[in-house]
């Protein structure tokens, strides 16, 4: 009965004389379709209404619209996927652009054609015949197909089956405070993973815990520390997974719990996690325990710089903020999004200014106000504020304020009025599409540079011999002047930064690297930014007096800071002659010659490693890999690489050559008679300007066998 209903719905809607009413709407809900082209996996919607066209319709021309409609979505869609050098949002653009204006181009040409000529008419007479004289069962045939080929097409790159229902328990993760006092009691979060590094809410495995312990200086291992640890604890979890299981507020485990436990032993101490279900030990980040004074700095761990649905990221800013605190673990956070966007969204600049203000908790978790300005010729600033209020008038907006002097007068007149301070943040600097230009930068906002991001690494222009990692969107041919390492070159003291730039809602732990960037991965976005991030969001560490706004944005504009490039949580010192990374990090020795004794100290991360287009894993029996080397970069080069087994690694070097700093000049272009740092840039300069003072400067880069990253740096070295 039900079938025979629906036959007739169909066929009266097939049948039905459209009263001219109809196609006012049917003229929009087709506009509609063809704006779902940028809606990312939302673009089904457009592809649906194509096949209604198709189906329902008896116009001929409305039938070909529909099949345009569903075909063309099809098209983008997997242009998107497969192409990468391009960004998708454009080549949705462009591409969808040229498709729908060609298509009357070409309806026009063939009526001028079928009018003109006589032969054209006949040939087309006799198509029409025959295709009425195909046989009904091969016309179904034809219609089934044209319906369900771009039903396939789509789901084979916008459906994932696993990111969908697989939801099994992989891995753990062990998170823990970087520095404790002796005895204090502190919270140890224990993660259990999906394939995805989603939470696995199915996860109901027995844990226990122990110590891995080294004495600070020495690097040998403490037996027997002393320590209140958790009792072992079974997980209590759900008969099905999810994809956001962190959302699953019944009273259960759902994949996260937290411990209570304290150590009593001086020293670096990793907690062993030994896990039932995958029978691995799995290590926490290093923990620093000593007999803290009220005057020793903290360790805190952030990312500021995320995107909410505000603009083109997901989810909404309270979601973000929370997953930052407790999911990822974060100390502090910004949410960034792009004044381009929000200046378009009545409400939007104040709505993410509430959630922010709401989310700050003194002493346990900071929020900065925050704020993209998207310049694409000069390069992007993420501006990040140390008050309670976001700049909301002038808008930080390119279209608003199309010139980096319009931005940094912003930030002056913003400073002035609230006694607050800003920062002003470039990254992805070597990528085409926003190459940086590193001549408008204002040092009084410009103190730190993101080195690493889910774009990928910007120390080393993309093609450099020492970028190991790369970036996406490179420049046709190597283009010097845009890496974080030519602007030390040209005497800018800046000091490198590492976040997630996460467009899919999960600051401090980026799952756009897995492929639970696609579109039905909770929390939604409509964006096609998610597709595009292959590498894992870093995370920047900050030496503070306290857990506040005051002081964690005091230790990040004093440039107390060193980077990492993913989840992962280090300890990295490294001082000359006891000069540390901060506070202008230049060191002043008595001649040219001067010994400079560099200190390197390393307690590296237990936690599986994220990488590009790969999630941490595991294997039976696993163990973490310490292998890898530490670098020291001397003015722009390799000038020691130092080889590493352990965890734990303490060491000194001594450099005695002369101080003779180094210049950026060789490398500028010239055009027309005036030079320019890159031939993208559009502000003459004096080439002989750009250098740094006779001062050398140094870089530490940690690059592990299992591909985690970390960097601290420079130190400026002058006499």
């Known amino acids: 009965m039900r079938n025979f209903s629906n ?43 194509g096949i209604f066209y198709f189906i329902i319709f008896k116009d001929i021309a409305w039938k070909r619209n529909g099949v345009l409609l569903s075909y063309s979505i099809t098209y983008i869609t997997l242009l998107v996927f497969y192409y990468k050098a391009f960004s998708p949002l ?56 044209t319906i369900i080929t771009p039903l396939i097409l789509w789901s084979s790159v916008s459906i994932d089956l696993e990111v969908m229902f697989d939801n099994n328990p992989r891995l753990l993760w062990i998170h823990a405070p970087s520095k404790v006092n002796l005895g204090e009691i502190f919270e140890l979060k224990v993660e259990a993973w999906d394939q995805f590094e989603r939470l696995s809410a199915i996860y109901n495995g027995q844990v226990d815990f122990s110590l891995y312990s080294f004495n600070i200086s020495s690097g040998s291992e403490i037996n027997n520390p002393i320590a209140d640890l958790p009792d072992p604890y079974t997980f209590s979890g759900q008969f099905f997974g999810s994809d956001i299981a962190y959302e699953i507020r019944d009273g259960k485990d759902n994949g996260i719990h937290n411990f209570e436990m304290s150590i009593n032993t001086t020293g670096i101490h990793y907690v062993l996690v030994n896990d039932s279900l995958t029978s691995n030990a799995y290590y926490s980040n290093p923990i620093m325990v000593k007999n803290y004074t009220n005057n020793e700095e903290l360790i805190v761990w952030g990312d500021f710089h995320s995107h909410t649905e505000l603009s083109d990221g997901s989810g909404t800013p309270e979601h973000s903020l929370y997953y930052a605190r407790y999911i990822a673990g974060l100390e502090f956070t910004a949410l960034t999004d792009h004044g381009e966007i929000m200046m378009w969204n009545p409400g939007a600049l104040d709505q993410i200014e509430r959630a922010t203000n709401f989310a700050y908790v003194p002493n346990e978790f900071v929020t900065f106000h925050g704020i993209e300005w998207t310049q694409v010729s000069t390069g992007h600033y993420t501006c990040v504020f140390s008050g309670d209020e976001l700049l909301k008038n002038p808008i930080l907006s390119y279209i608003l ?79 010097h002047g845009t890496s974080i390492m030519d602007a030390f070159k040209m ?39 998610r597709n595009e991030h292959p590498y894992p969001g870093g995370l920047t560490a900050a030496f503070v007096d306290n857990i506040t706004r005051e002081g964690v944005f005091t230790g990040l504009e004093n440039q107390q800071i060193y980077a990492n490039s993913d989840h992962g949580r280090p300890i990295l010192l490294f ?75 303490n060491f ?10 180094t210049t950026f000049e060789p490398n500028c272009v010239e055009i ?15 080439p002989s300007a750009l250098n740094t003072g006779g001062f050398d400067f140094y870089v530490i880069r940690v690059v592990g066998d299992n591909g985690r990253m970390t960097w601290a740096g420079p130190i400026w070295v002058e006499y």
């Not at 996996?41 to 592809?47: A, D, P, Y």
């Not at 309806?107 to 046989?135: A, C, E, F, H, W």
């Not at 490198?496 to 939604?524: C, E, K, V």
């Not at 027309?672 to 004096?686: L, Q, R, W």
């Open 401 to 479: 304020i199309p010139t980096t002097q319009g931005l940094w007068n912003a930030l002056d007149a913003f400073t002035e009025r609230t006694g607050a301070r800003a920062l002003a943040l470039p990254h992805h600097t070597t990528k085409k599409a926003y190459i940086q230009d590193w001549t408008y930068i204002n040092p009084k906002y410009v103190k730190i540079a993101e080195v690493s991001s889910v774009h990928g690494d910007f120390l080393f222009e993309q093609r450099h011999p020492l970028n190991y990692r790369g970036a996406i969107d490179p420049p046709p041919v190597y283009t």
């Open 575 to 649: 001082s000359i002659n006891g000069t540390q990374v901060g506070g202008g990090s230049t060191l002043i020795v008595n001649n040219q010659t001067s010994h400079r004794k560099i200190n390197i100290f390393l307690a590296q991360d237990g936690a599986p490693v994220a990488q590009m287009s790969k999630a941490a894993s595991v294997s039976d029996n696993w163990i973490p890999n310490w292998n890898g080397v530490v670098e020291i970069m001397k003015n722009g080069l390799l000038w020691q690489s130092i080889d590493i087994s352990t965890s734990i690694v």
């Open 672 to 686: 027309d008679g005036d030079y320019y740092i890159n031939s993208y840039s559009d502000n003459p300069i004096d």
């Open 491 to 529: 005497g800018y003291k800046m000091t490198l930064y590492s976040s997630g730039d996460n467009h899919d809602g999960h600051p401090g732990h980026s799952l756009s690297h897995t492929r639970a960037y696609i579109g039905h991965q909770r929390p939604y976005s409509i964006w096609l930014t």
């Open 90 to 145: 454009n080549l949705a653009i462009y591409s969808g652009l040229g498709i729908f204006l060609s298509f009357p181009i070409l309806l026009l040409i063939v009526g001028i054609i079928k009018k003109k000529t006589k032969i054209v008419k006949t040939i087309n007479s006799q198509i029409v015949d025959r295709i009425y004289r195909i046989p009904d069962k091969t016309r179904l045939g034809i219609k089934l197909a």
């Open 7 to 49: 036959n007739r719905i169909f066929k009266f809607l097939q049948e039905k004389e459209w009263s001219p009413w109809w196609r006012v709407p049917r003229v929009l809900l087709y506009i509609f379709g063809i704006v779902t082209f940028f809606f990312y996996f939302w673009s089904f919607i457009g592809l649906l209404i």
């Open 652 to 661: 000194s070097t001594i450099d005695t050559d002369p101080i003779i700093g």
